[in-house]
């Protein structure tokens, strides 16, 4: 299996290296990672300047670029750029949870997002920031589970993430707002966006929120496509 692996933290997360050694169990790894943090650049790329590219050294065994862009860029790069084919992308392992309706500025699932249009499958994978080290030690039990239970013959894209010392594994859906966001005059001209963690996000133990919370690992099967198809066959049944 040709792995490619890249994040939103940018090449010095302190995580990286832990996925990258860990994913040489599965295969042939690359990593693409951006220069510096890349947080809530969703799908984002950057097609108006050059992008500068360096290698780095990460992990004995593969080779890590660094990519001053977007973690779409990131996978573009290792496509495009390295003329590369990929059987799986590992996006993560992010320092915050990707839960809800912040999956869409999420640069770790942007990155699937983009490896799916490249016709690649993706795996997204988050945590709390406390337990970014810690969350490694339960990749065995994921991908086990991915495995056992056939995943990636349902669907190509998954978001996974991992609570503390998690008690299991539950196949979820996207929850509502995770988080509470506020625009607040900061001085002068200068605004700051900030938010905060919703106390209630509703009883559904079905969602990635919920499933989180009560200390569950969450799986959640994604699409890239936009089109709602319900309301599209509707419109063209004839």
């Known amino acids: 299996m040709k792995i490619l692996i890249t994040n939103d933290d940018g090449i010095r997360s302190p995580v990286l290296p832990l996925l ?23 799908q984002a790329i950057n097609f108006m300047h050059p992008v500068e590219i360096t290698t780095v050294d990460l992990v004995s065994g593969v080779t890590a670029y660094a990519v001053d862009s977007t973690p779409a860029d990131c996978v573009r790069f290792g496509v495009l750029g390295l003329k590369q084919k ?7 392992i992010n320092k915050g949870y990707n839960l809800g309706d912040d999956i869409v500025y999420s640069g770790t699932c942007g990155a699937i997002f983009e490896g799916s249009r490249l016709n690649i499958k993706g795996l997204a994978l988050s945590t709390e920031p406390e337990n970014l080290l810690e ?10 589970y991915i495995q056992k239970n056939d995943l990636y013959s349902y669907n190509d894209l998954y978001n996974v ?6 008690s299991g594994i539950r196949i979820t859906k996207q929850g509502g707002m995770f988080f509470q966001d506020t625009f607040i005059h900061h001085e002068g001209q200068l605004y700051v966006q900030s938010g905060e963690i919703r106390k209630d996000c509703g009883s559904d133990p079905t969602t990635d929120i919920n499933t989180m919370r009560q200390g569950l690992i969450s799986i959640t ?4 496509s936009r089109t709602e ?3 599209f066959n509707r419109l063209t049944d004839n």
């Open 221 to 224: 099967p994604l699409i890239a």
């Open 20 to 42: 990258a050694e860990w994913a040489k169990r599965l295969g042939d790894v690359t990593v693409a990672a951006p220069k510096v943090e890349q947080s809530g650049k969703s």
């Open 161 to 166: 993430n991992i609570p503390p010392m998690p």
């Open 135 to 144: 969350a490694p030690k339960f990749l065995n039990e994921v991908w086990e």
């Open 86 to 92: 990929y059987d799986l992308i590992l996006s993560g």
């Open 229 to 231: 198809m319900s309301v």
